[in-house]
């Protein structure tokens, strides 16, 4: 009779575990959001203060930075986990505004980091993309945000395919591309520039160079076609090529509006 007292209450147990009387079951972290997810490969500019690599902040504190140092990054990792989001970043080069050398700011950022990683804490589980692009508005910000900022307006939409582009007449050129050149009122004029830099840890490899590429600024004001034609290793090669993925222009103009238009342009790599 004991032993038939103590299975049906063992029984009585797990059936008030099973509807949901007992004690609540510990689940696992669920998977980033995909939201959070397409962050990865992203290319943006990291404001941040001098020889600060590793930002930890709330999302109160985001909304309060004031960081001028600027660094092209591309987004490696992307997390958010028991409300904190965490970014792992790549740094490319440093982002300038058009016709500045970055004499004026480099002495007070010095010298930028490999990588970078952020965490920014206060997220509930209901809040989705907004509420995360709100927080990295004053963070990690677009080539676009980050003109804004300093009172330079670009709002055009990015293409896929920047068609027939203008030339003027030079060899090579087709005689759809130089009768577009001759239309052209205004060249492509740049107004956001990275200068790619690349991190060795060997003080003896440190140098500077100039690199030559060829590409078109399309209407949108973006790169494309790009190629590097000075001789590099293929891993420098492409990260100059990402570098000038941030690159942005006051695109050609005609009478007619903004056109597609052939450039040929210099970098400079930095070696660390």
């Known amino acids: 009779m004991r032993r038939s007292l103590l299975a049906w209450s063992l029984l009585a147990v797990l059936a008030g575990c099973r509807s949901g009387g007992g004690p609540p079951v510990r689940t696992t972290a669920a998977p980033p959001p995909e939201f959070v997810q397409s962050y990865v490969g992203q290319k943006r500019v990291l404001l941040h203060s001098k020889d ?16 001028s140092c600027g660094s092209a990054v591309e987004v490696k990792r992307a997390t958010l986990t028991d409300g904190v989001l965490r970014l792992d970043l790549e740094h490319l080069g440093r982002a ?73 007449d030079v060899p090579g050129s087709s005689a759809d591309e130089r009768s577009l050149g001759r239309k052209v009122t205004a060249w492509p004029k740049p107004l956001l520039s990275v200068n790619p830099e690349v991190f060795v840890g060997r003080k003896e490899m440190r140098s500077e160079s100039e690199v030559e590429f060829d590409g078109v600024v399309g209407p949108d004001g973006r790169l494309h076609r790009v190629k ?7 891993s420098q090669a492409g990260l100059v090529e990402r570098a000038l993925g941030l690159w942005r222009f006051e695109p050609a103009e005609t009478k007619d509006g903004a056109v597609s238009a052939k450039v ?9």
């Open 228 to 234: 590097v034609t000075t001789p590099l290793a293929a």
């Open 52 to 67: 600060e690599a590793r930002l930890t902040m709330t999302r109160a504190e985001a909304a309060r930075r004031t960081a």
């Open 264 to 272: 040929a342009l210099r970098t400079s790599l930095r070696i660390y």
């Open 96 to 168: 300038r505004l058009a016709g500045g050398t970055g004499k004026d700011v480099e002495p007070a950022c010095a010298a930028p980091a490999a990588v970078y990683a952020v965490a920014v804490s206060g997220f509930s589980s209901d809040e989705g993309g907004p509420a995360v692009e709100e927080s990295l508005a004053k963070v990690l910000v677009t080539p676009e945000a980050f003109l804004q900022a300093r009172g330079v307006a670009f709002d055009r939409a990015a293409v896929t395919d920047p068609g027939t582009a203008a030339t003027k």
